[in-house]
């Protein structure tokens, strides 16, 4: 997973409540894994009926088009689990949603995939979405290591991310990454146990008796 640290990009406004992963990736843009699925991102206000790009559309206008931070209404990734909305987002170039709330599993499947979902209060995020409104550079900082959102007019608006999910992305560590870390400790307690506990790791009869007898063996 891409480490996390210190992000500086153009951020746009999308200020409606209640954008769902099918909004952010429709399910017809979900049917193979080998395309690009950035290319659907935000497919149903992206394109018309004819897959020509709607020029009014923030992300396809300048600078939007390399936009790396989105500032969103509440509830955020609501709808279903699919985490191709988090991969169309990565895909697309986004690494940041700051939002006033988020759906549950969306928001876990971000820090999972090294997506940064920022929890802002609904007054701090209608300071961003003011400023983005006006401002002809509307680029922000994102510091994960300070925990900063820094506005090119020098503002500087705090956050907090869970300590666990924070570490991870400063280091770059899936799930399994973090698990891999305790390795010494596991073994240690996989040792300790199989000497107090043997019978714990010792093979069923009945595996012994049906060994070549044609059933499927763990």
């Known amino acids: 997973m891409e480490k996390f640290n210190r992000l500086t990009g153009i951020a746009a406004s ?22 690009d699925p950035g290319i659907g991102l935000f497919a149903g206000w992206r394109y018309d009926l004819q897959g ?19 500032v969103a209404g509440a509830n955020f990734g609501c709808g279903s689990s699919r985490e191709f909305a988090v991969w169309a987002l990565m895909r697309f170039g986004i690494r940041c949603v700051i ?23 609904q007054q701090y995020v209608d300071v961003l979405q ?7 550079s509307p680029t922000l900082t994102i510091d994960l290591e300070r925990q900063e959102i820094t506005l090119l007019d020098g503002r500087v608006l705090n956050f907090t991310v869970p300590p666990s999910r924070r570490v ?44 070549g007898a044609g059933y499927a063996q763990n």
């Open 14 to 35: 999308l200020p409606m409540v209640d954008i769902n992963t099918d909004a952010i990736i429709p399910a017809s843009y979900q049917r193979t894994l080998k395309d």
């Open 52 to 70: 020509n790009e709607v020029p009014d559309f923030i992300l396809n206008r300048k600078p939007f088009r390399e936009s790396k931070i989105i």
């Open 130 to 136: 003011e400023y983005l409104g006006k401002t002809n």
């Open 168 to 211: 991870a992305l400063l280091e770059g560590i899936d799930e399994i990454g973090q698990t891999l870390r305790f390795d010494k400790e596991i073994k240690n307690f996989e040792e300790g146990q199989r000497e107090a506990e043997p019978w714990i790791y010792s093979r069923p009869e009945f595996a012994k008796r049906t060994e």
């Open 99 to 121: 939002a006033p709330s988020f759906g549950d599993i969306f928001y876990e499947n971000s820090f999972k995939n090294g997506l940064l979902p920022i929890l802002l209060t």
